[in-house]
């Protein structure tokens, strides 16, 4: 008995060990902060190079009496300028315009993954739209450390007339601008830029995000949508935003435009221009700002789906 007990555990079965299974290889296409940043940045390249004409005309309407409407301004306009003071102040947006889109969407990436952090949602799952709006207004405050004295410099520019210009370019205006008021007029208007974008990119995404998943077919999925019907969600999708950030437009542009001490902040320039224009003038350029939004943010958000695509196939 004892030699069959030996001779039982020199034959026992060694024992199994398991072998680690093979990582699945890496998948493309996925989510990722430096794409949405990149993507960002071209979708504004093209919302400028649409909507740079009329974002002109909007600023005049806002800060000046001279005209009757955006017709009239963009008649004048070419009668006494020719048709490149449409363009004028370009130069700052477009320079301006990859760092302030890139961070937009970088910040609506990471809006998104602190609500779908904060709301436990699984990973794969659509966030909701008031979520999305959450993701939205939390984009507003990197972008405006960025914005706002691009927006300062361009609307300067924008307001000048042929036989009237101050400055001869942005690095000029910048200059000028830091001669009268020293660095911290260049960041003249920030709260106004930050409640204006906040408030417009609640609207802004909740807009496009809402249209794209009713325009998609049922059992397909968003990101597949054709190339219209992102074109269309994204022309909404800023109208929305200046439908609800008008007001705050008009406010900014008049304190950015303003000669230092016209005005002590933003109440000051909602009270005085109520009180002498009426509410009406908190909607000067509303015209031109829809007719821009259309194309300009279909530009857009067609720049930031098509580049994102690209990105996707390659990694």
């Given at each position: 008995m004892l030699c069959l007990?030996?001779?039982?555990?020199?034959?026992?079965?060694?024992?199994?060990i398991p072998r680690p299974r093979p990582r699945p290889p890496a998948t493309k296409g996925q989510p990722s902060a430096v794409k949405s940043f990149i993507s960002g940045g071209f979708g504004g390249m093209c919302l400028v190079a649409v909507g740079h004409p009329l974002d002109t005309l909007k600023v005049r309407l806002q800060t000046s009496n001279a005209y009757s409407g955006m017709i009239d301004c963009a008649k004048k306009t070419v009668a006494r300028e020719g048709f490149r003071g449409l363009y004028r102040g370009m130069a700052t947006p477009l320079i301006g315009v990859t760092p302030t889109f890139s961070v937009c969407f970088w910040g609506y990436d990471q809006g998104k993954r602190l609500a779908r952090w904060m709301g436990g949602n699984n990973p794969g799952e659509a966030l909701s739209l008031t979520q999305i709006g959450f993701a939205g207004a939390l984009s507003a405050v990197p972008t405006t450390l960025i914005m706002t004295p691009m927006e300062r410099i361009k609307c300067v520019l924008q307001v000048q007339t042929e036989g009237n210009a101050k400055y001869k370019g942005p690095l000029d205006a910048a200059r000028g601008i830091m001669a009268e008021s020293g660095a911290k007029g260049l960041w003249t208007g920030t709260t106004a830029?930050?409640?204006?974008?906040?408030?417009?990119?609640?609207?802004?995404?909740?807009?496009?995000?809402?249209?794209?998943?009713?325009?998609?077919?049922?059992?397909?999925?968003?990101?597949?949508?054709?190339?219209?019907?992102?074109?269309?969600?994204?022309?909404?999708?800023?109208?929305?935003?200046w439908a609800v950030a008008i007001p705050l437009d008009v406010i900014k542009?008049?304190?950015?435009?303003?000669?230092?001490?016209?005005?002590?902040?933003?109440?000051?320039?909602?009270?005085k221009t109520v009180k002498n224009e009426g509410t009406g003038a908190l909607f000067r350029g509303l015209g031109p700002a829809m007719v821009r939004a259309f194309p300009a943010?279909?530009?857009?958000?067609?720049?930031?789906?098509?580049?994102?695509?690209?990105m996707n196939q390659i990694w």
């Amino acid at each position: 008995m004892l030699c069959l007990i030996r001779e039982s555990r020199w034959h026992l079965p060694p024992p199994r060990i398991p072998r680690p299974r093979p990582r699945p290889p890496a998948t493309k296409g996925q989510p990722s902060a430096v794409k949405s940043f990149i993507s960002g940045g071209f979708g504004g390249m093209c919302l400028v190079a649409v909507g740079h004409p009329l974002d002109t005309l909007k600023v005049r309407l806002q800060t000046s009496n001279a005209y009757s409407g955006m017709i009239d301004c963009a008649k004048k306009t070419v009668a006494r300028e020719g048709f490149r003071g449409l363009y004028r102040g370009m130069a700052t947006p477009l320079i301006g315009v990859t760092p302030t889109f890139s961070v937009c969407f970088w910040g609506y990436d990471q809006g998104k993954r602190l609500a779908r952090w904060m709301g436990g949602n699984n990973p794969g799952e659509a966030l909701s739209l008031t979520q999305i709006g959450f993701a939205g207004a939390l984009s507003a405050v990197p972008t405006t450390l960025i914005m706002t004295p691009m927006e300062r410099i361009k609307c300067v520019l924008q307001v000048q007339t042929e036989g009237n210009a101050k400055y001869k370019g942005p690095l000029d205006a910048a200059r000028g601008i830091m001669a009268e008021s020293g660095a911290k007029g260049l960041w003249t208007g920030t709260t106004a830029t930050l409640l204006r974008d906040g408030i417009g990119s609640v609207g802004y995404f909740v807009a496009y995000e809402g249209i794209k998943r009713a325009l998609t077919p049922e059992g397909a999925k968003p990101e597949d949508l054709s190339a219209f019907a992102v074109f269309m969600a994204g022309g909404m999708a800023g109208m929305a935003n200046w439908a609800v950030a008008i007001p705050l437009d008009v406010i900014k542009s008049r304190l950015q435009t303003a000669p230092p001490g016209t005005y002590t902040g933003v109440r000051d320039v909602f009270v005085k221009t109520v009180k002498n224009e009426g509410t009406g003038a908190l909607f000067r350029g509303l015209g031109p700002a829809m007719v821009r939004a259309f194309p300009a943010n279909a530009a857009c958000f067609m720049g930031v789906e098509v580049s994102m695509k690209i990105m996707n196939q390659i990694w």
